[in-house]
């Protein structure tokens, strides 16, 4: 497809997205959000993907933010159609999608950058990021799921001082507090992202699919995890990747799954 505000590129199983804004630091607008979700649910729906990268174009920003001239004179039933909106479409979308995504952060990740890294299954940074929280300097909160998961990433007192300073982390910080898995130098980043996708690829797509559920059950208000567990634990005997992979085991031989 051709995309305004985005590009994608296919490699070896590995589907990249990039936000391609470089003007406005590939600050999120609604159309980038809308691109988002169609590049996402398009890769997603491709067999071939096994992994999806996100990251933003340059050497300054993932996204630094989300496009505050497009909401600042929203009134109260606007701003929460646009928060309820951007959840459903990309941010809640991107957290439950079945194909791992690994956010690569490669500059500023603020506001909505940051929501969106955090809900990508996990992320890594180069050694210039930086990221934070700072809606509430422009007199509102975090509105794409930012007050639910970075708690979750990195524990609730520390959750409320990023948001109540409205502060920046850099990315030694952010590996501290858990918030990232890895720091590397910028021109690193990508090649590592790559070496994790390829590791990843090892392994049997469909179970993944299914941690990804499992995982998730744990945050999610009213689900028992361990009982969304012990359903795909149960639900990956039926693969046929189950029976390639405890198949090459017991053969001593390297599996060669197929997603399935």
């Known amino acids: 497809m051709n995309y305004k505000n985005i590009l994608t590129a296919f490699n070896n199983g590995i589907t990249t997205i990039t936000i391609n804004r470089p003007t406005k630091l590939n600050a999120l607008n609604i159309a ?3 691109e988002l979700h169609t590049a996402f649910d ?58 791992p995504v690994i956010a690569v952060v490669n500059g500023f990740a603020l506001g909505g950058g940051l929501e969106l890294a955090m809900a990508s299954h996990f992320r890594i940074a180069s050694t210039n990021a930086k990221m934070g929280l700072p ?7 975090p509105g794409y799921g930012g007050t639910q998961r970075l708690p979750q990433l990195v524990g609730k007192g520390r959750a409320m001082e990023l948001v109540m300073t409205a502060g920046m ?4 910080t952010a590996k ?4 990232v898995n890895h720091v590397v130098e910028l021109e690193a ?19 993944i699919s299914k941690a990804i559920t499992a995982v998730n059950a744990n945050f999610k208000v009213g689900v028992n995890g361990f009982e969304t567990e012990i359903k795909e634990f149960g639900n990956c005997f039926g693969t046929e ?12 031989r390297k599996a060669d799954f197929s997603g399935k």
């Open 169 to 172: 982390i850099d990315a030694a």
């Open 42 to 99: 398009t890769a997603d729906k491709e067999a071939n993907t096994k992994v999806i990268l996100i990251t933003g174009s340059g050497e300054k920003a993932f996204v630094a933010g989300a496009d505050i001239s497009e909401f600042a004179d929203f009134d109260v039933a606007s701003g929460a159609d646009l928060a309820a909106k951007g959840q459903e479409l990309l941010f809640d979308f991107v957290d439950n999608l079945s194909t």
């Open 176 to 179: 501290e507090y858990g918030l």
């Open 241 to 252: 990747d189950f029976k390639e992979g405890t198949t090459a085991f017991l053969e001593k």
């Open 189 to 207: 980043l990508m090649p590592l992202a790559e070496k994790i996708a390829g590791k990843i690829m090892k392994n049997s797509s469909v179970a």
């Open 135 to 141: 809606e509430t300097s422009l007199g509102v909160i």
């Open 32 to 34: 980038t959000i809308q």
